[in-house]
Structure formats: C-alpha cells, structure tokens
C-alpha cells in the first residue's frame, strides 16, 4: 500500500498535528480528510494537495467524498 509523506500537503500535516508521523497510509490520509474536512483552509488548498484528494476519492471513496 502507498504511503504519502505528510509534510508535503499542508493541510494534511495540519490535520496531523498531534501525530509523531511523518508517513501516512493512503486509505488513513482519505479517512482524515474526509472525517476532518471542517477543518480543511480550502482556499489554501495547493494543486497537488488537490490532486492527491482527488486521487484518493477515486480510490478509496468510489468518488465520493463524505463531507
């Protein structure tokens, strides 16, 4: 399974800030954007880190993201 290095998408490391990770499973990176998207800056969203949601949408949401 891929894993993605957290510190390169912004509001993912934001969405993991109490955890001592620097890696996360892409099925545990959906689960949090999709459980803490309230917390998600959208307008600070970069174009990779919108690329990598849509990606895991399509994965792991069957394109749907429950938010």
Do not use: H
Not at 27 to 46: C, H, M
């Amino acid at each position: 399974m891929a894993t993605i290095a957290i510190n390169e998408y912004p509001q993912l490391s934001a969405l993991c800030w109490s955890r001592a990770i620097r890696n996360i499973e892409e099925p545990d990176a959906f689960q949090l954007y999709e459980s803490g998207w309230r917390f998600i800056e959208k307008d600070r969203l970069t174009t990779s880190e919108l690329e990598l949601i849509t990606r895991l949408t399509e994965r792991y949401g069957n394109g749907v993201l429950n938010v």
